[in-house]
């Protein structure tokens, strides 16, 4: 069965990432371990392993730090592996206590917290007005900005939001009952320019219930019943462009909210909240609440020095 298990022609190896994947919650999830599993799979054909084992998984790891990934990349895809091993051993492919030794191959650590991208508030602004609203499309994008920006949405949960979600609780606008990662349900408060942006847009493409985005034709029409991300992506990238700021993502939007939020004096613990963090600590780390850019150790050097040109 071992040998089996990494030939990628076999029908085991195709019900065993099936299996895998039915268990993921999310989409993205679901995206992110089948890149990573087919990833391993290719690997192990080239380079001819015949063998389910920890001493392979180690190699594979080897090689992923061979190829300079991050190490949040190299552990997302043992994670995957660790999940393949334990889905194999549910279902008599390997023994049990092969898939624990697999399960203690150890991760890639991580030294230091990256920074991350994220606008400051001028350039927030200004991509705000990227999108032509004069346009049923720049209204949909400006609106798209608007709740990535206003509320720190993930883009999974921007193209899931509908009209139903946006509620007014205690005299103002709020996102409830917003299903996010890891299934975890919060409510998230509303600024009055994201209702506002939401709403030209809604009175544009005539919509009153159902999912908000939606995609629009050339002749300014919606059709279908859904953006994707990857149309959130594309809208984040291309208003980002306009603006001088290159590769700009939909997360960098949200580190924006957050960062922006935490520099206006906003309690930590309902940044929390309105990210859907299952722990502060996991806020403190995505802020780098430690490291102060605006008033950092340099700045109190006392040195006055002339660099000459």
């Not at 400006?142 to 990535?148: D, G, I, K």
């Not at 722990?279 to 040195?303: F, K, M, N």
């Amino acid at each position: 069965m071992d040998k089996s298990l990494l030939t990628p022609r076999a029908a085991a190896l195709e019900r065993i990432k099936a299996m895998v994947l039915d268990s993921l919650p999310s989409l993205e999830s679901k995206r992110a371990y089948r890149h990573a599993l087919d990833d391993f799979f290719h690997w192990s054909d080239v380079e001819g392993v015949g063998a389910f084992t920890k001493t392979a998984v180690n190699a594979y790891r080897t090689s992923l730090e061979a190829r300079k990934l991050s190490s949040s990349s190299i552990n997302l895809r043992l994670c995957a592996i660790r999940k393949l091993a334990l889905e194999a051993a549910d279902n008599g492919l390997i023994s049990s206590d092969l898939a624990a030794s697999i399960s203690r191959v150890r991760g890639a650590k991580q030294i230091g917290v990256r920074c991350g991208k994220w606008l400051p508030r001028d350039q927030a602004e200004r991509l705000i007005d990227v999108p032509n609203a004069s346009t049923v499309k720049g209204k949909r994008d400006r609106a798209v900005l608007a709740v990535l920006l206003g509320c720190g949405l993930r883009r999974r949960e921007c193209v899931e939001l509908a009209v139903e979600h946006i509620q007014l609780r205690e005299l103002r606008w709020v996102i409830v009952d917003l299903i996010g990662k890891g299934q975890r349900v919060r409510t998230v408060p509303m600024p009055s320019w994201t209702k506002a942006a939401i709403d030209d847009w809604l009175r544009a493409a005539s919509i009153a219930e159902g999912v908000i985005f939606r995609p629009v034709n050339r002749s300014g029409r919606t059709t279908g019943t859904i953006m994707t991300t990857r149309a959130i992506f594309d809208v984040v990238r291309s208003c980002g462009q306009a603006i001088g700021v290159s590769a700009l993502a939909p997360h960098d939007l949200r580190r924006t909210f957050a960062k922006l939020a935490h520099k206006g004096r906003a309690g930590l613990d309902q940044i929390q909240l309105s990210l859907g963090h299952a722990s502060i600590t996991t806020t403190e780390r995505y802020l780098g609440v430690r490291q102060d850019l605006a008033d950092a150790p340099c700045d109190h050097l006392g040195l006055t020095i002339v660099v000459r040109q």
